[in-house]
């Protein structure tokens, strides 16, 4: 089984710039998420997706994040205009379903810095 | 809000010792907990998964167990090897919400 696809792996952007990143989760999944991981420390939650529609992104800065999943399978995470602070690792997960008793899979991440 | 905390940020061991790492949530209305492992420049692997209703789940030399009234879960690793460094992080899934993660333990086991 194919687990959840991100790309790039790696970016480097100067501040002020745009950068768009790629998931395609496990087949099946309806529940998709953007964790932002900075050095250090444990993801935090950006956005999740069930299905195309948006349950939760209360922690997204929507001043310059935004995310889709238009056909309800892969998704875009978009940074305009990127800021130093932005500088982390970009986590893409997927699930079954957004409950509880489902595990929960995560990609390898992108990793940016903003210079 | 639910803060999830793990304690020691960081453990060096030496091969073959056995090893808990401490995770605590301040709201116990959990609906589940998840240990999950994170090597160097990759992404997040799931462990173990304890529903709220179980006290603990095993996996080969990792059992982790669930104190929900107390707000605790610990990760015990025996018999520890080089292959299992790495920064271990602790989740808390509520009804409604995505999991709230811990900032990780990385643990360090010298041959």
């Known amino acids: 089984e194919a687990g959840v696809a991100q790309s790039p792996r790696y970016k480097i952007i100067e501040k002020r710039q745009s950068v768009a990143f790629w998931c395609n989760p496990i087949s099946g999944h309806a529940t998709l998420y953007w964790y932002q991981q900075i050095l250090g420390q444990g993801p935090k939650l950006l956005i999740q997706f069930q299905n195309n529609g948006v349950v939760d992104d209360s922690q997204l800065p929507k001043d310059r994040f935004s995310a889709e999943r238009l056909k309800g399978v892969d998704s875009t995470l978009k940074i305009q205009p990127a800021k130093l602070e932005d500088s982390a690792v970009y986590l893409c997960a997927s699930s079954l379903e957004g409950l509880g008793g489902n595990t929960i899979y995560f990609g390898e991440g992108s990793w940016l810095t903003v210079v | 809000k639910q803060e999830v905390t793990q304690i020691p940020a960081a453990l060096s061991v030496p091969e073959g010792e056995n090893l808990v790492l401490n995770c605590s949530f301040t709201d116990s209305a959990i609906y589940n907990l998840q240990w999950f492992r994170q090597d160097p420049g990759k992404g997040l692997t799931s462990l173990l998964l304890?529903?709220?209703?179980?006290r603990e789940q095993t996996s080969g030399r990792l059992n982790a167990s669930l104190d929900k009234s107390s707000g605790r879960s610990t990760l015990y690793i025996a018999a520890s090897q080089p292959g299992d460094s790495a920064t271990y992080l602790c989740a808390v899934g509520q009804a409604g919400t995505a999991l709230i993660f811990g900032k990780g333990t990385t643990l360090s086991v010298s041959s």
């Open positions: 304890i529903q709220s209703s179980q």
